[in-house]
């Protein structure tokens, strides 16, 4: 799969739900991001559910950098990543930091992320998610070398918990 900018299709934008658990509230919280998405007709926007998708804990050989990838389930991640143009992490903070699942599905790739527009929205207690954000920032998600590229950058959303 090529990469969108390649041709004359719109640009592919893949929002990722990080959070995985039953009852997560990351999944409406995604799907209105996706509806908002769909209104700016310059994207293709699909969402990649890391709860559907189902990647196992980080399982290759090969230092990921390589591509020498071994498993069906890291290809087709490959292959998605690899086509998509820009991302929106929709993400919830646990424990100070990223979901357990957003962080897997990061190490499983590096090319296929580089170099990409890349935004947060981000949700939680009391920090609304803001260091789940500088968090998913440091472990380089979307090649995070050019998340500034997206208007706003980063968006918290703060529920009712306490953290
Ligand atoms: C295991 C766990 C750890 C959490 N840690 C934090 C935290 O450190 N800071 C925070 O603001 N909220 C924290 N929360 C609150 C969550 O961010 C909040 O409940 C959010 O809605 C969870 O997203 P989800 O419903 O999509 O799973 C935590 C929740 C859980 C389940």
Request: proline share 6%; glycine share 8%.
């Amino acid at each position: 799969m090529e990469n969108s900018q390649q041709g004359n299709e719109r640009l592919r934008l893949q929002v990722v739900i990080a959070s995985t658990r039953p009852g997560r509230v990351g999944k409406p919280i995604g799907a209105w991001v996706a509806a908002e998405a769909r209104q700016h007709e310059q994207f293709a926007v699909e969402v990649a559910d890391l709860a559907a998708i189902k990647l196992p804990f980080f399982d290759e050989l090969n230092h990921p950098r390589l591509q020498k990838y071994q498993h069906p389930h890291t290809k087709d991640w490959s292959a998605r990543i690899a086509a998509s143009d820009a991302f929106v992490f929709v993400q919830p903070e646990y424990n100070y930091s990223i979901s357990a699942p957003l962080k897997n599905a990061l190490d499983y790739l590096v090319v296929e992320w580089n170099q990409k527009p890349t935004a947060f929205v981000s949700y939680g207690g009391v920090s609304a998610g803001l260091r789940a954000a500088g968090a998913a920032h440091l472990a380089g998600a979307g090649g995070a070398q050019h998340d500034a590229d997206c208007p706003g950058g980063q968006y918290s959303l703060r529920d009712q918990h306490d953290a």
